[in-house]
């Protein structure tokens, strides 16, 4: 039994349509005005439409010859794109037809309703439309769960297949401001390459890896780029070098300072020590008999365990730059040293770049720790006679310290190899008047404050800054540095490139060395990247779209889905 309408212009199933229902349904079905209505009504499935088609006749799909010559007829069910969340079922009578051609394979075919019906679909036209809309946006359960509350059943492998019909947009010129960047589709170890228009911010195509050759195919096969904005890696200035070789290449100014950032955070952790020192003491330093002599330095802590010993990594680190730089020196080629060495790419490049192993341990010698705002009482405390590493823990506790004995124990254990100290003219204890020396700040903050426009720092931090520099004059140095080439970056005056690199180099830093190398293997690309005004801006911002896309599917998801996706839904 059909149940109770509740459009009152409608009448329940089984009845003729009337003026007012046909006048409704050409305003709530546009895409039936093809189609004759006999009855509308509210069946068990929802709304009920029973329709027929009006046109005289029908072209064969096979050769296009028009026939009105009726051989039979079917009916045929088509769900529709639901009305107020509920169902709409088109009940179709379908014509079959003689073709008149008899050079056609076919002796008939079935008309269809334009608009409405495509071969073999039980759902509208505008109803995959619509799914194939909600697939691009959220894929397969998402997509599922919007499309039931919007009151259709759909299973979540049928929305992926209808974004995987959906046709690629057509690209037949590269567009003259092209942005080239990659992205991870399983990250350190498969990449792809997005390909976006600097103009419009869209993407032009995606790639399945980041190698040269491909962005050279493509670009010949895509003429017309005549501006190139890509990072700095190797393989897409040599894929854009060969593949458009008019075009200009633009080094991504972020990429740039984000590349000095790293460089000046290694010389922030080299110099560390540097900042370490001991604060002098105020109250009782004349009360001492004498001057003690100054007790010498351990290793770093950085290249040691907690048992005194090389660290894995320190050995190893030492062990690979050997192995690096002898295959180098034999003639071997940075592939063939790669395959030698089971290294990286990116991991090779680093030690062939690296005079000395001293270079690459950097960041392990000035890594933080805990105990890092208490070394310069501990040494204090130590060349005081107060070995006890019970006594100092229970010092540093009361001075904030929230780290364990054996922490403290093995930063001392180094200590214990060197000549003792001479004993403690007073007891253990914080001596009056000393006073307590401010915290050092991380590598990290440090080099943020370097990194920061000095207009915009706090009077405190800036307070803070000035002391380090003032303390190491490598630091100072390097602030300088970094000034002057944010300055040129700004202002984009990248004529004043190649002095920066030459006062750069006459620093004597060998992390900036690195980083001036660097530019000078890509010199005209930095260049270009300093003067112009173009950027990867819009390619982050579609690297960044991607990562929503690649991470909504759960990661699941193959390639060329995702590049449908990531192509169709901008």
């Not at 709409?88 to 073709?99: D, H, K, T, W």
Request: glycine share 10%.
């Amino acid at each position: 039994m059909p149940s109770q309408c509740v459009i009152s212009a409608i009448p329940p199933a089984g009845v003729p349509v009337a003026a007012a229902a046909v006048t409704l349904l050409g305003l709530v079905f546009p895409h039936l005005a093809g189609l004759r209505a006999d009855r509308i009504g509210c069946g068990p499935g929802g709304l009920e439409i029973s329709a027929r088609a009006v046109a005289a006749g029908a072209a064969c799909r096979a050769c296009g010859a028009w026939s009105s010559r009726v051989h039979s007829g079917y009916a045929r069910q088509v769900e529709d794109s639901p009305v107020a969340g509920r169902p709409v079922v088109i009940r179709l009578a379908v014509r079959r037809f003689f073709c008149g051609n008899p050079d056609c394979p076919r002796l008939t075919f079935a008309e269809q309703v334009e608009g409405l019906t495509a071969r073999y679909r039980r759902r509208s036209v505008p109803l995959l439309g619509s799914l194939a809309r909600i697939g691009l946006a959220l894929a397969g359960r998402a997509g599922t769960r919007l499309a039931a509350v919007l009151g259709i059943a759909v299973h979540r492998t049928t929305l992926l297949r209808l974004v995987m019909a959906m046709p690629d947009p057509e690209v037949s010129a590269a567009p003259e401001v092209l942005g080239v960047d990659d992205f991870a589709l399983r990250k350190g170890h498969v990449y792809g390459t997005v390909l976006v228009s600097i103009a419009t911010g869209k993407t032009v195509d995606v790639l399945a890896d980041r190698e040269a050759g491909t962005l050279e195919e493509w670009l010949r096969a895509h003429p017309g780029a005549k501006v190139i904005c890509r990072d700095r890696g190797g393989a897409y200035a040599e894929g854009a070098r060969a593949g458009a070789p008019d075009a200009i290449q633009v080094a991504d100014r972020w990429h740039l300072w984000h590349n000095l950032a790293g460089y000046a955070e290694k010389t922030v952790a080299a110099h560390r020590g540097c900042l370490t020192g001991t604060a002098p003491r105020t109250g009782d330093a004349a009360a001492r008999p004498g001057p003690r002599p100054p007790r010498a330095e351990p290793p770093p802590d950085g290249l040691l365990d907690s048992r005194g010993r090389e660290r894995r990594v320190v050995a190893r680190t030492r062990e690979r730059h050997a192995a690096v730089h002898e295959l180098l020196a034999a003639g071997r080629t940075l592939g063939e040293a790669r395959a030698a060495t089971g290294m990286s790419r990116s991991g090779l490049r680093r030690y062939a770049r690296a005079a000395t192993a001293d270079e690459l341990l950097a960041g392990a010698t000035g890594r933080e720790t805990i105990l890092d705002p208490y070394k310069p009482y501990l040494k204090q405390r130590w060349n005081e006679g107060i070995t006890s590493t019970a006594v100092l823990h229970a010092e540093l506790r009361a001075r904030g310290y929230h780290g364990s004995a054996a922490t403290l124990r093995g930063y001392l254990r180094p200590l214990r190899q060197l000549p003792p100290p001479a004993p403690a003219p007073a007891p253990a204890g914080p001596a009056p008047g000393t006073a307590p020396l401010p915290d050092l700040p991380k590598t990290r903050k440090i080099t943020r404050w370097l990194l920061t426009r000095p207009a915009t720092l706090d009077p405190a931090e800036q307070e803070q800054l000035d002391a380090i520099l003032a303390r190491c004059p490598h630091l100072n140095d390097l602030a300088g540095h970094i000034r002057a080439f944010a300055e040129m970056m700004t202002s984009r005056t990248g004529q004043d490139l190649p002095g920066w690199l030459e006062a750069a180099e006459a620093s004597g830093q060998p992390q900036l060395r690195s980083f001036t190398a660097g530019i000078r293997r890509d010199l005209r690309a930095v260049t270009s990247g300093l003067t112009l005004p173009w950027s990867s801006g819009p390619v982050e911002g579609n690297v960044n779209r991607i990562k929503m896309i690649k991470r909504q599917m759960y990661g699941r998801a193959s390639f060329a889905l995702l590049r449908k996706r990531v192509l169709l839904a901008s």
